[in-house]
Nanobody, 126 residues
Framework: QVQLAESGGGLVQAGNSLRLSCAASGRSFSSYAMGWFRQVPGKEREFVAAISWSGGGGTTYYADSVKGRFTISRSNAKNTVYLQMNVLKPEDTAVYYC?????????????????WGQGTQVTVSS
């Protein structure tokens, strides 16, 4: 079992930055791939970024809409995954969720993930 808790969301002006954190409890954090997804009311949950487990080389994946602006990273020592979000835009406004999976593939699909956090709200004002 893995429990996830996001933090770091808030209200920010367009062009500014936020860093989200996701703390994981449970064993073998380093053997899980981690992902960030986001969702706005009335829409499906959308892939944002993912990072493979450490044995998979820590490969990162990004949605085209955030590539070059967002960076996902992980600290296995702290059982935490981060999402650094720069040059935020109003369209980045959403609830952001982190997720964990022991799988090593299909990391851009929400159905791959077994464990989810409760989400943290990010609001970007224009």
């Amino acid at each position: 079992q893995v429990q996830l808790a996001e933090s770091g969301g808030g209200l920010v002006q367009a062009g500014n930055s936020l860093r989200l954190s996701c703390a994981a409890s449970g064993r073998s954090f380093s053997s899980y791939a981690m992902g960030w997804f986001r969702q706005v009311p009335g829409k499906e949950r959308e892939f944002v970024a993912a990072i493979s487990w450490s044995g998979g080389g820590g490969t990162t994946y990004y949605a085209d809409s955030v590539k070059g602006r967002f960076t996902i990273s992980r600290s296995n020592a702290k059982n935490t995954v981060y999402l650094q979000m720069n040059v935020l835009k109003p369209e980045d406004t959403a609830v952001y969720y982190c997720a964990a999976t022991p799988a090593g593939y299909r990391l851009i699909y929400s159905g791959t993930y077994e464990y989810w956090g409760q989400g943290t709200q990010v609001t970007v004002s224009s």
